[in-house]
């Protein structure tokens, strides 16, 4: 089966730190590009970093730079966000995406996992 | 800021059709894609590229984008197409180069 399972998400203080991680199965992991998207409670979806197949470009929001680190492990078929200094704006549901190719651009998110979430709260 | 505008609802009755706008200034000339997202779930692409269709969705969903306007239609309606709706452009001219719009509730009748 295709799928994407995310896990890592909690409630945690403000200035502290979590690591996401995405499981990939069922398709070749680095064939394609992925990205990390995240939804508040009640609003749309956000993109928050995304990382080529071979992880050769990166890039993250503005609002997230110096603080978030997105990796991937072909060889482990996974994906990583590494949160750091975490305020309470990063409250959300965290996805793990999939792009429609190898680098990421004008493809669409083709696949998304089920998210796990991150609270940040004193 | 960069902003893609959704209308907050709509309501259709089962078997009409439901047209999803999103607007943008020349937003005919990027690329647009379609999510459907059900309470509780993950989105799922249900147009891409104005106007393709992944494997597996109906051919009830269609796309278009001309202008200042992109739209998803959705034929026949049934209940289970009750969702929210984004609309999502590539625009590295945005703050965020992957912008979604506001969002569509579809409510069936």
């Known amino acids: 089966e295709v799928q994407l399972v995310e896990s890592g998400g909690g409630l945690v203080q403000p200035g502290r730190s979590l690591r996401l991680s995405c499981a990939a199965s069922?398709?070749?992991?680095?064939?394609?590009?992925m990205h990390w998207v995240r939804q508040a409670p009640g609003k749309g979806p956000e993109w928050v970093s995304g990382?080529?197949?071979?992880?050769?470009?990166?890039d993250y929001v503005d609002s997230v730079k110096g603080r978030f680190t997105i990796s991937r492990d072909n060889a482990k078929n996974s994906l990583y966000l590494q949160m750091n200094s975490l305020r309470a704006e990063d409250t959300a549901l965290y996805y793990c995406?999939?792009?429609?190719?190898?680098?990421?651009?004008?493809?669409?998110?083709?696949?998304w996992g089920q998210g796990t979430m991150v609270t940040v709260s004193s | 800021s960069y902003v893609l505008t959704q209308p907050p609802s709509v309501s259709v009755a089962p078997g009409k059709t439901a047209r999803i706008t999103c607007g943008r200034n020349?937003?005919?000339?990027?690329?647009v894609h379609w999510y459907q997202q059900k309470p509780g779930q993950a989105p799922v692409l249900v147009i891409y590229?104005?106007?393709d269709r992944p494997s597996g969705i109906p051919e009830r969903f269609s796309g278009s984008n001309s202008g200042n306007t992109a739209t998803l239609t959705i034929s026949r309606v049934e209940a289970g197409d009750e969702a929210d709706y984004f609309c999502?452009?590539?625009?590295?001219?945005?703050?965020?180069?992957?912008?979604f719009g506001t969002g569509t509730k579809v409510t069936v009748l």
């Open positions: 995406a999939r792009d429609g190719w190898k680098e990421y651009g004008r493809d669409p998110f083709d696949m």
């Open positions: 069922g398709f070749s992991f680095d064939d394609f590009a």
């Open positions: 990382i080529s197949w071979n992880s050769g470009r990166i």
């Open positions: 020349n937003i005919g000339s990027k690329s």
């Open positions: 590229y104005d106007s």
């Open positions: 999502q452009v590539w625009d590295t001219s945005s703050d965020n180069p992957y912008v």
